[in-house]
């Protein structure tokens, strides 16, 4: 069974993260918040504040996972190796004289290397978060699946939570309302890490791992080198829609029943709104109260 | 002492919630959930984040009581039965062709039933809650209250954090500035089975159970029926301040008293303040930065 | 070594918190909070929402360090005898008739007096905090400074917090941002007994504390009679950045290269920002999404 391919995939599973890896991926989240506008003013007003942020951004996945397990937030504080990394590279990307980081990563080949790279990151993130919530919950596999998508994009609503308590960021069209195209990617791999994990998956692991950072990195590079800001995974989420909320045709057309009947009630103002509710909904409207 | 009675309300007090008084339970929260305007059109456009928030509808009360007790907020998610029973609940209360659902709930008989259900569970959740934290801290009875509180209407908190968080809700008049009815009705819960619980309260846990219940149902369906958004809790309420708070009228009368020295003090246009404080405001405003 | 002054020092190290000083803060804490604008009539509307309000400012260091950790923020609810005295200071400050207590407070000596006190719990606290940290992470000196900062100035988040949620708070210039002063030299304490917990700053602990004491009290009780809003720390601060981000010569001077480059490019406009990066900006933009 150990044929050469194995072997392969194997010794890529056991890849360390450490050195390399982790430093593309701290390059590429402080390079993302070096490009917000004012970040780098702050930076020079306020370096705390603009050290804290840079952690979040790049330990953030981690953080928000260790509170949806109740477990501290700080404990990324304890690995000082990475924390040190972290901020160093945050250091020189901030204050480099004639910043020569930056123009150095303005460069295509350098981004994609070290996009890629974080990619890579991230496939380990998954699995690890799979693993330690089943350590917790044995077969929750709901909770598998979210941590695992948590320590793989969960930085972006830790952030995204930062800026609004920081008045940089309203809140609309955020992570709850539609998803970046790394939250899907990432909740995709979570739910197959899962049930590899579960042995409902009947793939080896390794390989597992092998294919999906394939995966994420073709697709992130292919994405960056044709300016799409987003790969599609439309096939697939139209055939799950599909099966889930399939008969939109029976409901449109009772819609359009109803909506007769509305315009016969004489509310015909109704008809702007996508859902039949609205006629119910008057009659309902004073009860809301009532049932919270 | 095991009076036909007391068997009737030891029997009552060992009904299993699980399936038909949750359902009901699952049921209200997601129809109010269907109620918010947009709720369904956010459901259709993206399901992922509806079912996020009919979630937290459901389970809300524990996923606050979990923080408060630094417990992972994700365990209600390891109850798979549970999740499963909301989600499909959620489901067919959004996805149901013709929304029939919706329709048959929207006859007041059906919603007496509902809602009277979710009371009794409230009754269960209120009591489970004081247990728990009673398990924690020996003889917390403060915290015993909080999170018999925080199981039985926590549910609107985490809710309104999250409509905060999408950006739906602008914070005024929130639950913090003046309870509903419901928060109120259960904080007396709490304190009753508190007490109860610490032999405070001369009474048995399951007579107290029925009688708590009976009470909570009634109410809310005689508010059902009679359009009162709110039956009153005032006389109690008003005991109480006047117990606690009952020098308003020297208070009004001394205010009356600096109102005049503040009008011969050539303020008086700060009649209108309704507390004397005003006059002493402004010397101390000053200070106020440095007493933090 | 037990000199008498070793003996002072280790007397007054040894001196318990609990009646007079945690009154001292509380008294302290709930004036602050008294003299928010509407507090008093949001104290007279729902006494609740404002005793809830009253105890974050007592209690919320230790809360933000509970959360920090893991801990059940409740905890500070099982210490029934701090919680009493606390919530009755916040009674008698708000309902006291012909409101004595606030009367009283407007006296500069009394609030010297309050203030000092106030100032020595903060030593005890950034001191538990370190302790406290150190119980969980042997040798996560990050850590312990960051929770003896939490102990220690973590109140003024907390409060922030709330009030972000009861939206009287609209976020800019928030503690992220700038911190105040109390934040700052509550900072430096906390470094210092960390790194003399560990053992890098050979000074044995009663005296630092002493020190530290002082230092906090003077300065505090100076700032106070001058009505100087912020005692200096500009000289250390001053050394420090210079140490850390000393090239502000060489960063001006390409900059002004770059911004001369700029202006040959055509977009002598963006001489307004602060930073050179405005130029790679415009070409980066497009890229920003990918890189999160």
Chains 1, 2, 3 share one sequence.
Not at 57 to 67: E, K, P, T, V
Request: glycine share 6%; proline share 4%.
């Amino acid at each position: 069974m150990d044929s050469p391919w194995d072997e392969l995939t194997l010794a890529f599973s056991h890849t360390s993260m450490f050195p390399f890896f982790d430093i593309a991926h701290y390059l590429v989240s402080v390079m993302a918040l070096r490009r917000q506008p004012g970040a780098v003013a702050v930076a020079w007003k306020n370096p705390v504040s603009s050290w804290f942020t840079a952690m979040l951004h790049c330990f953030g996945g981690g953080i928000l996972s260790c509170i949806l397990l109740a477990e501290p937030p700080l404990r990324f504080l304890a690995n000082h190796t990475n924390v040190l990394l972290a901020s160093s590279i945050w250091y020189i990307t901030f204050f480099c004289p004639c910043d020569l980081v930056s123009h150095g990563y303005s460069y295509l080949p350098v981004q994609l290397l070290a996009t890629g790279m974080k990619e890579v990151t991230r496939t380990w993130k998954i699995v690890g978060g799979v693993t330690h919530a089943n350590s917790y919950y044995r077969d929750g596999w709901i909770i598998m699946i979210v941590i695992g998508w948590a320590r793989g994009a969960g930085g972006a609503i830790i952030t995204n939570l930062e800026q609004l308590l920081k008045g940089d960021w309203k809140p609309e069209g955020d992570e709850w309302l539609k998803m970046s195209y790394p939250s899907k990617v990432t909740l995709l791999g979570s739910v197959m890490f899962t049930f590899q994990h579960t042995k409902h998956l009947a793939v080896s692991k390794h390989n597992l791992m092998f294919f999906y950072t394939i995966f994420l990195v073709t697709t992130k590079i292919t994405m960056m080198v044709t300016e799409t800001s987003s790969m599609t995974l439309a096939p697939l989420e139209d055939v799950l829609s599909r099966m889930l909320f399939g008969w939109q045709q029976q409901f449109s057309l009772c819609r359009k029943k109803s909506e007769t009947k509305a315009s016969f009630n004489g509310t015909g103002s109704s008809t702007s709104k996508p859902i039949p509710e609205d006629v119910v909904e008057n009659i309902k409207k004073k009860n809301t109260k009532k049932t919270e």
